[in-house]
């Protein structure tokens, strides 16, 4: 895997042995057992056994240290959970490892906290958790998935990135309209509020013609500035572009010039940038939804692509391929999408379905919300809502099995649904009181090395 040094660094000798043994992909019984080779260092031992073969174990040793391995942490918004899943042995299969209940952490409020949107640091020791209930921002050592980093970001909390240096953890809080600075000292595993952004109070913001500025997701150009869509419904859309030299907006955009209210992704290696909006439609008022995609010109500052057919409805979450032919782009309402190539930025193929239910009746099919790869480019793992969602329009994001579906790159076919608690374990009064899983946020957590052309998570 190709890594920008400050972003994306592998992890590698020792330390990944370490975290491998931790993440049970080895044992101490794979040590090579000394006793039993014969050495020059006591010429009284017998030779009777033959020694063994200097090819075999240098073969040995490479499998033990550079097996590539890594785990999907899913965010259970629902029952307020985080799920991690690793590899099986057997062929699409994946093995449940840990469950990490985040209402029953020290430092939790009694009211609980909703796990909504998760990132890693560059060399994945650390998860940040933003949590839209609870008004803060969760960081676990991933290691031990021990919480070191508990930081009341503010209300609805619901994207926090680190940033290219792994120095912040920006926040985008949608209730207080705040883009919040967090400072990581990682080597300390402190975590500390450090300033903010009032979005509505912005000059640059003003200018643009926003009235209501609240920020939803982020990533980081390669000019090193975080790019911010607004919303959370479409027609609170915009964007806007923050200098992290000064911590202050550069530009914005209004919901006219821009209309972008989800999904933000930097191309690996151009001055791109991609952008989602979408739209539930409304049936009783006859109206109907929007599915688009956006592309920013981060070093002339244009759109050069404008609403472009996610083709279907409530465009949403997105990614890459891991050898960066292919962005990935899901529909949550109509549980569809299309894949674009980034080069000439043009829908080259629809996906028909990223959850197994798929029906006319929006009450008889999935919700897919955040896809997420596997390293070695076989998988493309996406969220699934349940029948009681937390987050979004219901009519959206209202679905049938919650978890999340593994769909084959190669084949683009649905090859597993992970369902951690089967909604069939619940009955009508949970749903009625909103009691039930409901998948939201995903993360694929790396270990090890991988042959990849891109890193598998943004900035690049």
């Not at 999907?72 to 840990?98: K, R």
């Not at 990682?186 to 952004?197: A, G, S, T």
């Not at 083709?311 to 949403?316: N, R, Y």
């Not at 949970?430 to 270990?447: S, T």
Request: with cysteine.
């Amino acid at each position: 895997m190709t890594i920008d040094p400050t972003r994306r660094k592998l992890l590698a000798g020792s330390a990944t042995a370490g975290i491998i043994a931790v993440a049970g992909c080895t044992s101490g019984d794979d040590d090579p057992d000394d006793s039993e080779t014969d050495t020059d260092d006591d010429p009284d031992e017998s030779d009777d056994e033959e020694p063994m073969d200097d090819d075999e174990g240098e073969d040995e040793e490479t499998e033990t240290e550079d097996v590539g391995h890594y785990e999907v942490w899913a965010l259970d918004q629902g029952l307020d959970n985080v799920h991690l899943y690793e590899p099986g042995e057997g062929d699409d299969e994946f093995d449940h490892v840990e469950e990490i209940d985040l209402n029953g952490l020290e430092g939790v409020p009694d009211e609980g906290v909703t796990p909504h949107m998760i990132d890693f640091s560059s060399d994945y020791e650390y998860a940040a958790i933003a949590c839209t209930a609870g008004a803060r921002t969760l960081v676990f050592r991933t290691e031990d998935r021990e919480l070191v980093g508990n930081v009341e970001t503010g209300a609805s909390s619901h994207m926090a990135v680190f940033d290219p240096n792994d120095e912040y953890i920006h926040v985008d809080v949608i209730a207080e309209e705040k883009i919040v600075r967090v400072e990581a000292d990682l080597e300390n595993e402190e975590f500390e509020y450090d300033d903010y952004i009032e979005l509505p109070e912005d000059e640059t913001v003003q200018e643009a013609g926003i009235d209501s500025a609240s920020p939803i997701c982020h990533q980081f150009d390669s000019q090193g500035r975080s790019i911010h869509t607004l919303g959370p419904s479409y027609h609170d859309a915009g964007l806007v572009i923050v200098d992290h030299d000064e911590f202050e907006v550069e530009l914005a955009y209004s919901q006219d010039e821009v209309p972008t209210n989800c999904g933000t992704m930097p191309h690996p290696d151009e001055d791109k940038f991609y952008l989602t909006a979408g739209l539930p439609s409304n049936p009783d008022e006859g109206e109907d939804g929007v599915g688009a995609y956006y592309v920013y010109d981060t070093a002339e500052d244009e759109i050069i692509e404008e609403d472009v057919s996610t083709e279907g409805v409530d465009a949403h979450g997105f990614w890459y391929t891991p050898d960066g032919e292919e962005l990935w782009v899901l529909n949550r309402e109509t549980n569809d999408g299309v894949i674009v190539d980034p080069e000439t930025d043009e829908v080259i193929e629809e996906i028909d379905a990223y959850g197994e239910n798929q029906s006319d009746d929006t009450a008889e099919r999935d919700a897919p919300d955040i896809m997420w790869t596997s390293p070695d480019g076989q998988y493309m793992f996406v969220t699934l809502r349940g029948p009681a969602p937390q987050s979004g329009d219901p009519h959206a994001a209202t679905g049938v099995t919650p978890g999340f579906s593994v769909l084959d790159i190669e084949s683009r076919e649905i090859v597993d649904t992970v369902e951690p608690d089967p909604i069939d374990d619940f009955g009508q009064d949970d749903i009625d009181a909103e009691a039930v899983p409901d998948f939201h946020g995903l993360g694929v957590r790396v270990v090890g090395d991988f042959d990849s052309d891109i890193p598998n998570s943004p900035p690049f």
